[in-house]
């Protein structure tokens, strides 16, 4: 997504126009792993995270290996 972005922007500035290209699926090589430490339990209420700090929910697109595509509502708190 840089890239296109870059390329958008240099587009732009220079004045040359883009090539359409054509989506292609990503096929996902390796598989990622976190780990997580949760030293308070904090109780998520998705409706109150809505309602008082919108901002802090992020909505993402996740595509899986059969192409199909679900919408998630991610949430970073402190």
Known sequence: MVIFASLALASATLAVPL???EPQ???PIRQ???TVT???AARLRFAD??????KSLRETVVRAVDGSIEVLKLVEFQ
């Open 38 to 40: 949760i030293l308070s």
């Open 49 to 54: 995270i809505e309602r008082e700090q919108p």
């Open 19 to 21: 090539e359409r290209v």
């Open 25 to 27: 699926a990503a096929v």
């Open 32 to 34: 990622a792993r976190a």
